[in-house]
């Protein structure tokens, strides 16, 4: 079984900025949701496997300074891009090792695009709540996103269509496990004067959290919870250092 970096640098990073389709309006419904819950800058943010820096370019448009972290230096690579010019240092690391990254005690972390469910177990979910809460400054703020599988589906509902365009088409397949998913990503593409399609497939393992174990997990910690919604099984947690 292929870990996540393997499967991202053997086939997701290829294709996850097409796989979020229209990349300047998601960063900006990001802003927006950061301007909306007043986590505005100025300020140091660090953000947690942020990938081609759909969040990181949000935070630094709202005057953070942002500390971008992530194993996949592809995905860094166009994160760099996006940000130039922007006060933004990307850091090719795991997030669990992400204090040793921060210069100075952040006002804001942030691991959202389901990154969460990447951890190895259920226990680095606690790891990376008590680390956040001691990185933070008082009053700082953790954000969470992340999708709620805790209800194992079954049948052809386990068939996920992601995005298709004339030349790709992305499907995953979700095996239920008792803690975990298995996810296979099986990506067509076509390619060559012909038209010939191709195919590229990879599995990998993702946690299965739910919206409140995740929030005991964060109050445990010592944080207090501001905001908590459940839509269409996407779980967007707000929680605040005392």
Do not use: N
Not at 115 to 122: E, F, G, I, K, R
Not at 168 to 195: M, Y
Not at 198 to 226: I, P
């Amino acid at each position: 079984m292929p870990t996540v970096q393997e499967h991202y640098d053997g086939l997701l990073a290829e294709h996850y900025t097409w796989m979020l389709g229209d990349f300047a309006a998601r960063s900006e419904a990001a802003r927006q949701f950061f301007a909306r819950h007043d986590l505005r800058g100025p300020g140091f943010a660090v953000d947690l496997g942020a990938g081609s820096g759909l969040q990181t370019l949000a935070l630094a448009q709202l005057g953070y300074h942002v500390v971008a972290l992530d194993t996949s230096a592809q995905l860094l690579g166009e994160l760099a891009e996006r940000t130039a010019g922007l006060p933004v240092a990307a850091v090719c690391a795991d997030l669990l090792t992400f204090a040793a990254h921060c210069p100075k005690s952040p006002h804001l972390v942030v691991c959202m695009g389901d990154t969460l469910s990447h951890l190895a177990a259920p226990e680095q979910v606690r790891e990376l709540a008590a680390a956040a809460f001691a990185a933070l400054l008082p009053g700082g703020a953790l954000v969470l996103g992340f999708r709620d599988l805790s209800r194992a589906l079954t049948g052809t509902d386990r068939i996920v269509p992601v995005r298709t365009s004339d030349d790709r088409i992305f499907t995953c397949f979700l095996e239920f496990l008792a803690d975990r998913v298995q996810v296979h990503d099986v990506v067509h593409s076509r390619t060559g004067q012909g038209g010939e399609w191709s195919v590229a497939k990879s599995s990998y393992l993702k946690l299965r959290l739910a919206a409140d174990q995740v929030a005991q997990e964060l109050t445990s910690a010592g944080f207090v919870l501001r905001h908590l919604t459940t839509q269409a099984g996407l779980v967007e947690l707000i929680a605040v250092k005392p």
